[in-house]
Each structure stands twice: as C-alpha cells, then as structure tokens.
C-alpha cells in the first residue's frame, strides 16, 4: 500500500510552486506524481495530423518528485505524515500521524 495516492489532496512543501495545494491525478514509477494545477509549463508542440493535435504553445503539468509533497490535512489545516494501522475489520488502512484519523479519499 502506498503512502500517497491518486486522489489525495497534498501540498507542495518545496520548489516554484511551495505552498500550492492540489489533487494527484497521476503516479508514475512510485516517484513522481502529477498535481493539478501544480509545475505548470509551456511546452511548444508541433502539430500531429494523424491524431488530429493542433501545434502551438500548451500549458501542461509536469511530474514532481514525490518527496516534494505532503498529503495534506484538513481538520488542522497543515501537512502531514501517513501512517498504518489496522482498523477493526483487520483491513489495513491509512492515517494522519498527527491525529490518528484515517484518510478516506
């Protein structure tokens, strides 16, 4: 079980976009996560006839390292640290190590 997932809500703790506060629409290799709304770009296209892209300039979100986010809380309005614990099902299950609540997603 990973500690941050698609969905989550984090917040940048370090780089151009410190502070910013987003939900992870993409994992890739268990290292970098992409953020909406976060390390936006302009990257220059060219167009593709074959399948019908456009060319010019977009605006596209990058991937971030996962070390540079926190998942985000919140009841305290803060970053945070995920923990496990086993909940009374025997499932295991995600929570705030601040709190102890369990992160639903």
């Known amino acids: 079980m990973r500690k941050i997932k698609k969905g989550d809500d984090v917040i940048v703790i370090s780089g151009k976009d410190k502070g910013k ?3 992870i629409t993409n994992v890739k290799a268990s290292d970098y996560v992409t953020v909406q709304g976060i390390n936006s770009v302009k990257k220059h ?3 593709n006839p074959a399948i ?3 060319g ?5 979100e990058m991937a971030i390292h ?3 986010v926190a998942i985000y809380n919140f009841s305290s309005k803060k970053a945070d640290r995920v923990g496990f614990s ?3 099902n025997n499932n295991k299950v995600r929570i ?3 709190s102890k609540e369990v992160i639903k997603l």
Request: proline share 4%; hydrophobic share 25%.
């Open 21 to 23: 506060i987003g939900t």
């Open 45 to 47: 296209q060219k167009p």
């Open 52 to 54: 019908g892209s456009t």
């Open 56 to 60: 010019g300039i977009i605006d596209k």
């Open 66 to 68: 996962i070390s540079n």
């Open 86 to 88: 086993i909940d009374e």
């Open 96 to 98: 705030f190590r601040s």
